[in-house]
């Protein structure tokens, strides 16, 4: 059954090639096209397009339809293009010429829309949560752990020292900024499209005001010419989001990979984490990590995926938007993941204490004993040449008890500060 059937076949290889795998992808957004379902039922009856007692049959069969969703036994077979032409069959079959009346004054376009919208808000919102596990994890991690010092590097030269307490509380601060975008996505998704129709609007005197309150949004996207101009555009807004996160993500588990080698040995973890080698009985391999750094560079290409398929496209629906659900729906699946295993791994986290007991890492306080000449009066050209002399010459003593005192130091990591910025 297709909406737009007039009475004649399609070739199968058109109809394979055009559905693609809409009807997987559909099944994971079924649910919301149930709610916006009902929403508009209730707006029909409202306007008097249909009676009470067809609103009444209408709500209660798309909550069973809703049922068999949440149960998981719900099916788009393939003589169904989507979950759309599915439910409203289903709707015909079990309630008559009243199942026919719910395609009134909407269009697939719409549909897909408000259901798309729905999804994304459900999802940025899990997103955001998951994301504030891993933040609170790092902030805690970095608490315990903030007297324990670390080597730091610029240009993977030893270069200064930091410490546990900061690298983790860095990429928890870091996943604020990332928030900032996921937020931004989700005031875009929180937009109603309903009512659009195929992009132009409807001569019928629906009630959008009533719908977008139905459905919870905190608005509509008024003009209905831009309401389907946003399709691709939300899922980019997203996608947005989900990159930065990634992006985060993906910088941390390269410093596990480096952290977690014999050459650096500052960090490790239980076996359970690791794998090992077919013909290497000493290896523990950070595969968990390896893996959430590739998938997470693979996220950082879903905007550019999503600007190829929609940036040259005029205004008005194209059959081109029916590629956006492919490439977002995977994406907000595997950062889920990612953020999932890589807060399961860190709660096991077993940190060196020693590291710093190794001479070679004394070369890390050569900047804090400059300093401290500098403190005692000595211009800070004159103790630089000073220090790069004994340096070059052997006789460098390092001042390993050093403070740093300021905001962001790791004498002063201003946790507190950093957990207050993340606001809800």
Same mark, same amino acid.
């Given at each position: 059954?297709? /909406?737009?059937? @007039?009475?004649?076949? *399609?070739? &199968? $290889? +058109?109809?394979?090639?055009?559905?693609? =795998? %809409?009807?997987? !992808?559909?099944?994971?957004?079924?649910?919301?096209?149930?709610?916006?379902?009902?929403?508009?039922?209730?707006?029909?009856?409202?306007?008097?397009?249909?009676?009470?007692?067809?609103?009444?049959?209408?709500?209660?069969?798309?909550?069973?339809?809703?049922?068999?969703?949440?149960?998981?036994?719900?099916?788009?077979?393939?003589?169904?293009?989507?979950?759309?032409?599915?439910?409203?069959?289903? /709707?015909?079959? @079990?309630?008559?010429? *009243?199942? &026919? $009346? +719910?395609?009134?004054?909407?269009?697939? =376009? %719409?549909?897909? !829309?408000?259901?798309?919208?729905?999804?994304?808000?459900?999802?940025?919102?899990?997103?955001?949560?998951?994301?504030?596990?891993?933040?609170?994890?790092?902030?805690?991690?970095?608490?315990?752990?903030?007297?324990?010092?670390?080597?730091?590097?610029?240009?993977?030269?030893?270069?200064?020292?930091?410490?546990?307490?900061?690298?983790?509380?860095?990429?928890?601060?870091?996943?604020?900024?990332? /928030?900032?975008?996921?937020?931004?996505?989700?005031?875009?998704?929180?937009?109603?499209?309903?009512?659009?129709?195929?992009?132009?609007?409807?001569?019928?005197?629906?009630?959008?005001?009533?719908?977008?309150?139905?459905?919870?949004?905190?608005?509509?996207?008024?003009?209905?010419?831009?309401?389907?101009?946003?399709?691709?555009?939300?899922?980019?807004?997203?996608?947005?989001?989900?990159?930065?996160?990634?992006?985060?993500?993906?910088?941390?588990?390269?410093?596990?990979?480096?952290?977690?080698?014999?050459?650096?040995?500052?960090?490790?973890?239980?076996?359970?984490?690791?794998?090992?080698?077919?013909?290497?009985?000493?290896?523990?391999?950070?595969?968990?990590?390896?893996?959430?750094?590739?998938?997470?560079?693979?996220?950082?290409?879903?905007?550019?995926?999503?600007?190829?398929?929609?940036?040259?496209?005029?205004?008005?629906?194209?059959?081109?938007?029916?590629?956006?659900?492919?490439?977002?729906?995977?994406?907000?699946?595997?950062?889920?993941?990612?953020?999932?295993?890589?807060?399961?791994?860190?709660?096991?986290?077993?940190?060196?204490?020693?590291?710093?007991?190794?001479?070679?890492?004394?070369?890390?306080?050569?900047?804090?004993?400059?300093?401290?000449?500098?403190?005692?009066?000595?211009?800070?050209?004159?103790?630089?040449?000073?220090?790069?002399?004994?340096?070059?010459?052997?006789?460098?003593?390092?001042?390993?008890?050093?403070?740093?005192?300021?905001?962001?130091?790791?004498?002063?990591?201003?946790?507190?500060?950093?957990?207050?910025?993340?606001?809800?």
């Amino acid at each position: 059954m297709k /909406l737009w059937d @007039k009475g004649f076949s *399609t070739d &199968k $290889k +058109i109809d394979h090639f055009t559905v693609g =795998n %809409d009807r997987e !992808l559909d099944l994971l957004l079924a649910k919301y096209d149930i709610v916006a379902s009902k929403a508009h039922a209730k707006m029909l009856g409202k306007i008097g397009l249909i009676t009470a007692q067809e609103t009444e049959s209408l709500v209660k069969e798309l909550n069973e339809i809703a049922k068999t969703i949440e149960k998981g036994t719900f099916v788009i077979e393939d003589s169904f293009e989507d979950m759309h032409s599915k439910i409203e069959f289903i /709707l015909t079959k @079990k309630l008559g010429d *009243t199942g &026919k $009346k +719910i395609h009134t004054a909407r269009s697939r =376009n %719409d549909q897909v !829309l408000v259901a798309m919208h729905l999804y994304l808000k459900d999802e940025l919102s899990e997103i955001k949560s998951e994301v504030k596990v891993l933040f609170n994890l790092l902030l805690n991690l970095a608490d315990k752990h903030k007297n324990v010092l670390l080597p730091g590097y610029t240009h993977l030269q030893i270069a200064m020292p930091s410490s546990f307490g900061l690298w983790f509380s860095a990429y928890a601060e870091s996943l604020i900024d990332d /928030l900032y975008f996921v937020d931004a996505a989700y005031k875009i998704a929180d937009q109603n499209p309903l009512g659009s129709a195929a992009g132009y609007g409807s001569s019928f005197p629906i009630d959008r005001d009533f719908t977008t309150k139905e459905m919870g949004f905190a608005t509509q996207k008024f003009n209905v010419v831009a309401a389907q101009m946003g399709r691709g555009k939300v899922e980019k807004a997203a996608a947005f989001g989900i990159s930065n996160v990634a992006a985060t993500l993906s910088k941390m588990a390269m410093d596990i990979c480096l952290y977690m080698s014999q050459n650096f040995n500052f960090i490790s973890f239980p076996d359970e984490l690791t794998t090992g080698s077919s013909i290497m009985p000493h290896k523990k391999n950070p595969d968990v990590f390896e893996l959430i750094r590739g998938k997470c560079n693979k996220l950082q290409s879903i905007p550019n995926q999503l600007i190829l398929i929609t940036n040259n496209l005029p205004s008005g629906y194209h059959r081109d938007l029916q590629l956006v659900k492919e490439v977002i729906i995977p994406a907000i699946q595997d950062v889920k993941a990612c953020l999932e295993i890589l807060t399961f791994s860190l709660k096991e986290v077993r940190v060196n204490e020693t590291i710093l007991d190794d001479p070679k890492y004394d070369y890390l306080f050569s900047v804090d004993t400059l300093n401290e000449l500098v403190l005692n009066g000595v211009p800070f050209r004159d103790a630089y040449k000073k220090m790069g002399k004994e340096i070059n010459e052997g006789t460098f003593s390092p001042k390993k008890d050093i403070k740093h005192t300021h905001q962001g130091s790791l004498g002063n990591l201003c946790l507190q500060e950093i957990r207050n910025k993340l606001v809800d």
